[in-house]
């Protein structure tokens, strides 16, 4: 069975954007990106929402053509490779190695994981919550970036279950973001 994997960069204070959902104070120096890189080699689809969806589609798939930055470029080359399934009830179409899906994320996502090939990664507060509620989150990959936000978006919902994690693999950059990589206790 494939594996879901939430995967963010936060602040430290929990949060993964700002109020106006300005990602300006997110570190991804070249060692940082080189790490990101080699994580995601390994993923066979991606799961976003609508925003994020916009997000990674307004930049990745030029930024190869664009961007001066080896990793950049690299991570284009990735990122395009890899499908990624959007769940969105207002999109109307999605581009690229994406195909849209309008109806139950949950049943989709649990589908997915059933299907032989590599694990999934969900990016995005709002999809990862209803995935997290669902008890559908096998993996966190967090990246503690090292500022303080104070508002915005929170990476985890308020949940009404326990939910426990042990601690499989950390790593600190030399910008001070921390890799903190957490399995869920089943």
């Known amino acids: 069975m494939r594996k879901l994997i939430y995967f963010t960069m936060t602040s430290l204070d929990g949060f993964i954007d700002k109020p106006d959902r300005n990602l300006d104070w997110v570190i991804i120096d070249e060692e940082l990106h080189t790490y990101v890189n080699n994580l995601e080699r390994e993923i066979g689809a991606y799961l976003y929402g609508r925003r994020m969806y916009e997000l990674m589609q307004a930049y990745w798939p030029t930024a190869d053509a664009q961007s001066s930055l080896a990793v950049e470029v690299e991570f284009s080359r990735i990122w395009k490779g890899i499908p990624?399934?959007?769940?969105?009830?207002?999109?109307?179409?999605?581009?690229?190695?994406?195909?849209?899906?309008?109806?139950?994320?949950?049943?989709?996502?649990?589908?997915?994981?059933?299907?032989?090939?590599?694990?999934?990664?969900?990016?995005?507060?709002?999809?990862?919550?209803?995935?997290?509620?669902?008890?559908?989150?096998?993996?966190?990959?967090?990246?503690?970036?090292?500022?303080?936000?104070?508002?915005?978006?929170?990476?985890?919902?308020?949940?009404?279950?326990?939910?426990?994690?042990?601690?499989?693999?950390?790593?600190?950059f030399t910008s001070g973001v921390v890799f903190l990589r957490y399995q869920r206790v089943v």
């Open 84 to 172: 990624k399934i959007v769940f969105s009830k207002t999109l109307d179409r999605v581009e690229g190695n994406a195909r849209l899906v309008r109806e139950d994320a949950v049943a989709e996502v649990i589908r997915l994981k059933e299907q032989p090939g590599k694990d999934l990664e969900v990016g995005g507060a709002v999809l990862a919550s209803t995935l997290m509620r669902s008890g559908l989150i096998d993996e966190y990959r967090l990246f503690i970036q090292p500022v303080l936000l104070g508002a915005g978006t929170p990476m985890f919902p308020a949940l009404e279950a326990v939910t426990k994690l042990r601690l499989v693999e950390t790593h600190t």
